[in-house]
Structures are given as C-alpha cells and as structure tokens.
C-alpha cells in the first residue's frame, strides 16, 4: 500500500499531518488520532470498495430479537469466552449466548477452559435450558484442531452453523505457534482454516449449513506477501500481522463461497466485522501501553459494547436475508458502530488470483485439502 505522508507543517493555523498508515495503526479497528488545532480529530480507515458492494442499499434496523428460531440447529463459536468483565467482554460470547437463547445447541471452542466453563455458567444463568457446551481449541496449534473436528465429528451427524470468531493480535515481540508458524496468522487464519477443512463432511449434512468468518476494518490496510507470510523477516509489526490476517480471512471467506458454489458444497459462506468494540482484544494482545491500549485507556467513547459489535455476526449467521459470499459491518459512520449493514470490501479482498494461491497455500500448510474432507 502507498504511503501517503506529506511533511508537518508547524507554521501556526496549518495542520499537523501524518500518514494515512500511521493513522490506522492507532487503533484495533482503524481508527487514529491527530492534533488538529490543539483539538483531537479522528482519522478514519476509507478502503477504496468493490465496486459489488458500491450503491448496494441499506438494510432494516436489526437487532438480536430479530433472530429467528434456531430450534434443533447445531452451532459453534470459536473464542466463545470472553464474558462480561471490567467493562469489557467478547464478540464471540454474544454470539453464543443469542445463538442459545434462539434455541440452538452451541459449543464455545476455546483455548482456555477456565474462562469457557465460566462463560457457559453465564449463559446458562441468563438463558434457563440453555443448550450449550465448552470444549478445548486452540487454534494455535494443529494438533488441537484436528482433536476438536474429530471429537466433534464423532459426537454431532451434521454441523448448521461454524463461527469463525476467535481473534490473536499479537504482542509487541514476535511470538510462534505449535507448528513453528507466526501466532496472529496461525490463530486468525491458518488455524480457523483448517478447522473448516476438518468440519466440512458435518458441514455438508446440514440442510442450509454457513460458515461465518470474521475479519476486521484493518484488512482494508492488510497486503498477502507470500514471501514473507508470517514476518519473519525485519522488524515485528503486530498491526501488520493483524491487517495482514485478517485480510486473509476476508479472501478466504470469498473463496469458499466461490468454490462451494462451483462444486455444489452446499454451504454459505459470509463474512462480517464489529466495527470498533471494547473487548478483551487489546488488553490480551499488545497491552496497555500499545497506541490501541492507550486509546483503550484514555477513549472509551471510541467503542461500542461488544453486543453491539457482535450483530453482524449474528445477522451473518441467523438472518434469513444475509447472502452468501457478502460482508457485512456496522451501518455507523465509516462502519464504526451500529446496526448490521453490508460492509465496503477492500479491492485487495477481490483478488481471485491471490486468493486461490492463499487457498493452495493454506492447505499446504495446515496440512488439510478441502477435496479430501469431503
């Protein structure tokens, strides 16, 4: 991406001004700080849109209580863990805990099973009856995602929903998976992919299966160099690594819903993002002291609940109106906050090329073929 800073300008009444690039690194979803004036102003993520998703028109007002019933459906929510806490929670428990209050039978799959089975306790509380279960993922790590699919795949006949959730965005120092791959792609991307792989044949016994995979508004600042995948070269940016994962997210989501089209799989394939929401991202990721961990500190107004931030996702998922190979997003200003809407799609997520090449590139390294699970 072209790096679009000019000089500062310090004579007084001009603007102070930065790189777009700069800008966006402020912030986990996009969202930057400048000095305007001795004032505060936001410098917000514009990606440069398919033109798909150009004119497309607004949708309704939606909301959770819009959420059919999902009586005798089967789901699971990766990274399903993170309750209300110190103000902040998790977008992947908000789509648990709607999923089961609409009534259908959710597995939160997660890494840490303290925080799982405490998140299940509350769900449960808050939805008497409620069908849902914990079991251990980590996404990180191959071979926990091949025991999960298999456990999975032995104790369920068919799969209706898989939320892609679970996020990673790194830490200030490069840190590896399991496998030896760098974390925030191995967990976001590699890891999410070859779970789908593994959970395909349940997948394809459901009557109207989706698969909803969730990106971010930095995949509009993201680039996929197949020379450097996992950053091993030069200095660690971990923003980098997030963009860049979650671009791949965007491109892969697209590729499945190409390819189970062309192949007759059956499934949807969709993706979303939450916009700007306060969760346990930042705090378990860079920390408090990152540029995001300050904004977390010092600008809680730049953030929407997390149950906010979770209706795209859950109108992906639930809405008999969501589509197949769309991305939708918050309807807020530039896609910040708000009710589901469809979502601006970076050209870059576009590339049918590129994303074939990640496709082949991700069965590579996961150690998975779409083909073979079926």
Known sequence: MTDTSVENEPAKGKRRRVSRRAFLGYSAAGVGLAVVGGGVAFAVNQPELS????????????TAADIPSLQGLTAIVTGGNGYPEEDRSGLGFHDALELA????????????????????????????????RFDTLDLADLASVAGFAERMRASHTRLDLLINNAGDMGRLNREVSADGYERV??????????????????????????????????????????????????????????????????????????????????????????????????????????????????????????????????????SPQAEAGAYYGPSGFQGLSGGPARAG??????????????????????????????
């Open 101 to 132: 209050r609409a009534g259908a039978e959710v597995t939160i799959a997660s890494s840490d099973r303290e925080r799982g089975e405490e998140a299940v306790r509350r769900i449960r509380s808050e939805v008497p009856g409620a069908s849902i």
């Open 345 to 374: 799609i970076p050209v870059q997520a576009e590339d049918q090329d590129v994303a074939a090449r990640l496709w082949t590139t991700l069965e590579r390294l996961g150690g998975v073929t779409f083909g073979e699970a079926l």
């Open 185 to 318: 792609f191995a967990t976001n991307a590699l890891g999410h992919f070859a779970l789908t792989a593994q959970l395909l044949p349940l997948l394809r016994e459901a009557d109207a299966p989706r698969v909803v995979w969730l990106s971010s508004l930095r995949a509009a600042t993201g680039a996929i160099d197949f020379d450097d995948l996992q950053q091993g070269r030069g200095d660690y940016d971990y923003g980098l690594a997030y963009s860049n994962s979650k671009l791949a997210v965007l491109l892969v989501a697209f590729e499945m819903q190409r390819r189970s089209a062309a192949e007759s799989w059956g499934i949807s394939s969709i993706a979303a993002h939450p916009g700007v929401a306060r969760t346990n991202l930042v705090p378990d990721g860079p920390g408090p002291d990152s540029m995001e961990g300050r904004n977390h500190r010092f600008m809680p107004f730049l953030y929407q609940p997390a149950s906010q931030g979770a209706l795209p996702t859950l109108y992906a998922a639930t």
């Open 51 to 62: 033109p798909r998703q150009q004119g497309l028109p607004s949708l309704p007002e939606w």
